[in-house]
Structures are given as structure tokens and as C-alpha cells.
């Protein structure tokens, strides 16, 4: 639903709210506090902080700063995960479904500053109600005057401005309401939030990653990609060709063979974006993918997260994943940490986990074929890594092209196990020429 007034990115204002937030927070924590008292119960910092009502303040003020909690949450435990509390992650989901979108006078104020006056004179037809709203803008669709549909992402104004300061109030938020365990250091990842919404508010670099993307998959026709319209498109402003097709939900209950070829299809594109390309869309949001009954041709959606792994980084996952498939531990962690996964200096009960995570994480290669449908791989990988993340006193974290890595990984194979697919990961010719 829309709001009434305009979305604000004021940094002032943020702080304003902020500090209001605060006292609210502590009004209330005294208010539960002294109620716990008077019942005899013990109260606890945790608990009378997360009350109800200041759940709703935390859910209204991330809900102004949802690019930058999103991200936050994201690379703190791979979208959420299990290192947040319970109220915290579904606070993050319901970002995800719920969005505080702008005003059709808006839409038009920054299509003008973007576009010059007199943009509408390219479309047929513009609807002004968006179609989707992502973390930092939204999807609006429309025609142009060729009758061409296209979709275009207009970004929230003056979001680049509040990148900086709204993962810092973020930060604030979670140390005000204990969010994380004491004992994790997030400063890295806060910085990296930073870099990574600066790159995400970049559409002409996301304009370039489609085109780019497009070359590397050629005249693949299992999959369709949007072609940028650069006549208009600017630095917050992506209009491109919309595609057509359904939400990969949609194909859960599809036919066996249906769902094993776009389980087989989306496995190879994500093993060549790897090992082929070192070009990779890291968001493995199932929104981002678009499958079309007709003629089964998967579309793919959103290149603002996307990142290039140069050749000795992809060497060097490919021995890797040779040694975690055949090698011995010695191998194995010679490989980690020519990665980046290992420095050489951790305890021996952390390189063990580690090396048990990579040897879990190849698991589907080590077998004649793999039933993704009975797996329950990516759960399993979460735990793990998140379990690392929380035992590692030494505040040693894989480089974040890893974390981004692994981020895809297990969003593929919770979306393979979603599809219930087997494979035999010979039936994939770019497997053979990985371990070759």
C-alpha cells in the first residue's frame, strides 16, 4: 500500500527517529521490567527488550532503512539465518513481502530528474503502481510507443546519500536491543553492506552486467535475459525489456520431467557462471528466476548483485573442489587456504570444521546420482557454517567472494531440493571439463 507522504532518506531525519526510538525503547524495557517485578519474575535484559511493542518500534524503523537491514541480515548469516533471534528474522522476511513504496507524484518527480520533462512521450502506456518493490527501488512496468512491454526499476530518491548512515543506525539498532551474540565481530560486514548497496544503487553497472551476462550465455535458448534500453537509463534509472513467465513456485508441483530439466538447466547455468564465466549473479532469491510453460524457457531477473571471480580464483576453486571430492585432509586445506577459506593459523578444531563443511558441501559430486528431494544439504551447510561463525573467537571470516559463494550455493540447492530432482552430475558436460 502506498504511503502518504514521501519516502524519506533524509540523513537528519534517520537520526531523529532514531534517537526517539531509542527513548521509546527504554521507556518501554523500564515499563515490562517493573510489570515482571510486580509478577516475581526475574527479568532479563534480552527479553524485556523485545517486548511486543518495541518489536513494532524495531519492525517501523527498519522498515525506513530496509535496504540497508536487509543487507545487514544477509551477510551476517546468509539471509537471516539462525544466527538472529527468531522476532529479528521474521522482521526481515516480512521486509522482503511488505515495502513502503512512492507516490505516483514522486515516481514522476524522479522519472523527470532522471529522464529530462517530457519522458512520457516514449511510452504507450506507464502504470505508476509498482509492480514489486526491491530494497532499494521499484519495478514499475510499461510499453513503449513500438508496443515493446518493458520493466523499469526506479530507484528510491536520494538513496545513496543515507547508504552510509542507515547501516550504521542498523549497527546501533542491533547493539540496542541485543541482537547478536557478543562474541561476533560484524565491523567487516558492515563495510562490505556499504560497498555492496553503493554498488546496487548503480544501474548503469547493473545495465552492463546484463549486457554482459547476455554475451556469456549467447545462443543458449533455455534462457532469456532482459535487454537494457539505454536510451533510457541512468545512474537510477534501469528500463529494459520485461519477461514474460511465472515465479519458480509455480513449478514445484510440475511434472517429474518438467521439474528435472529446469533443476538440470539452472544447475549447469550456476556451475558456468563458477567455474566458466567467473562472471556470477550471486542472489539466489527464487524471485529472481522466471519460467515461461509455454515454451520452458527460464528467465532471469536482477544483476545488482553481481560479481566477477577472476582466473586464478576460479583455478583455484576448481582444485578445490577436486580434492574435497578426492583428496586427502592434507589436500584439502591446502586448497582452503589458497581459497581463502583457510589462513594456516586457526585451531585444529575449526580447520576440522571447515574441511567438513567444503566435503559437505560437494557431497551431490560424490555420488552416481543425487536426490535433492530427500537431501536436506543446504540446512545442513547453514548450520554449519553459521555454528563456525559463532565458535570462531579469532575473528577470521572468508574473503566476502566467498561468503557470496556459498550464499548461492545453498540458495541452489534448497531451490534444487524445492524442484525434487535427482541428478547425476555427469549429465552435466561442464562437470566433466571442471574435474578433467
Known amino acids: 500500500m502506498a504511503i502518504e507522504n514521501k519516502v524519506t532518506h533524509s540523513r537528519l531525519g534517520r537520526l531523529s527517529l532514531l534517537g526517539k526510538l531509542a527513548g521509546g525503547v527504554i521507556q518501554g524495557a523500564l515499563t515490562e521490567g517493573f510489570n515482571q517485578l510486580a509478577s516475581g519474575q526475574k527479568p532479563e535484559l534480552k527479553n524485556i527488550l523485545l517486548t511486543p511493542d518495541n518489536a513494532r518500534r524495531l519492525s517501523e524503523k527498519l522498515a525506513e532503512m530496509r535496504g540497508a537491514a536487509m543487507k545487514v541480515g544477509q551477510l551476517i548469516s546468509m539471509d537471516g539465518g539462525q544466527i538472529l533471534p527468531k522476532e529479528f528474522s521474521n522482521m526481515l522476511s516480512s521486509l522482503r513481502q511488505d515495502a513502503n513504496v512512492m ?20 511510452f504507450e502506456y506507464f502504470n505508476f503502481t509498482p509492480i514489486a518493490a526491491a530494497s532499494i527501488g521499484q519495478v514499475h512496468e510499461a510499453r513503449l510507443k513500438d508496443g515493446q512491454p518493458v520493466a523499469i526499476k526506479v530507484q528510491y530518491p536520494n538513496i545513496k546519500n543515507s547508504i552510509d548512515s542507515d547501516v550504521d543506525n542498523v549497527a546501533t539498532l542491533l547493539s540496542i536491543f541485543r541482537i547478536l551474540p557478543q562474541n561476533l565481530n560484524i565491523k567487516s560486514l558492515l563495510e ?52 514474460k513467465g511465472h515465479t519458480l513456485e509455480n513449478c514445484f508441483e510440475c511434472s517429474r520431467d518438467e521439474r528435472h530439466s529446469i533443476a538440470l538447466n539452472i544447475l549447469e547455468l550456476n556451475l558456468k557462471e563458477v567455474f566458466e564465466w567467473g562472471f556470477v549473479q550471486t542472489d539466489p532469491n527464487f524471485a529472481n528466476y522466471r519460467y515461461n510453460f509455454d515454451n520452458r524457457v527460464i528467465g532471469l531477473l536482477d544483476f545488482g548483485a553481481t560479481r566477477e571471480y577472476k582466473a586464478d580464483q576460479q583455478m583455484h576453486l576448481k582444485q578445490l573442489l577436486q580434492a574435497a ?16 577459506y583457510l589462513k594456516g593459523d586457526e585451531s585444529l578444531s575449526y580447520e576440522k570444521q571447515m574441511l567438513s563443511l567444503l566435503r559437505m558441501v560437494t557431497e551431490p559430486f560424490m555420488v552416481q546420482s543425487y536426490d535433492y528431494g530427500q537431501s536436506d544439504l543446504a540446512r545442513r551447510m547453514n548450520e554449519c557454517f553459521i555454528q563456525m561463525r559463532l565458535q570462531n573467537h579469532s575473528g577470521h571470516i572468508p574473503p566476502i567472494d566467498l561468503m557470496f559463494l556459498h550464499r548461492k550455493l545453498g540458495g541452489l540447492y534448497l531451490l534444487l531440493s524445492q524442484l525434487r530432482s535427482s ?3 555427469n549429465e552435466i558436460p561442464i562437470v566433466t571439463k571442471i574435474l578433467n
Not at 103 to 122: F, K, R, S
Not at 325 to 340: E, F, T
Open 103 to 122: 507516490p505516483l507524484g514522486q515516481v514522476a518527480q524522479v522519472m523527470n530528474e532522471a529522464l529530462d520533462t517530457g519522458w512520457e512521450e516514449h
Open 192 to 243: 562490505e553492506a556499504k560497498h555492496q548497496l553503493y554498488l546496487e544503487a548503480d544501474y548503469e553497472l547493473e545495465a552492463d552486467a546484463l549486457d554482459t551476462f547476455s554475451k556469456f550465455l549467447g545462443t543458449d535458448e533455455r534462457f532469456t535475459i532482459p535487454e537494457t534500453i539505454p536510451s533510457l537509463c541512468s545512474d537510477n534509472i534501469l528500463t529494459m525489456t520485461h519477461i
Open 325 to 340: 571430492i578426492d583428496g586427502s585432509d592434507d589436500d584439502l586445506s591446502l586448497s582452503a587456504q589458497k581459497v581463502g
Open 423 to 425: 541428478i547425476a552430475m
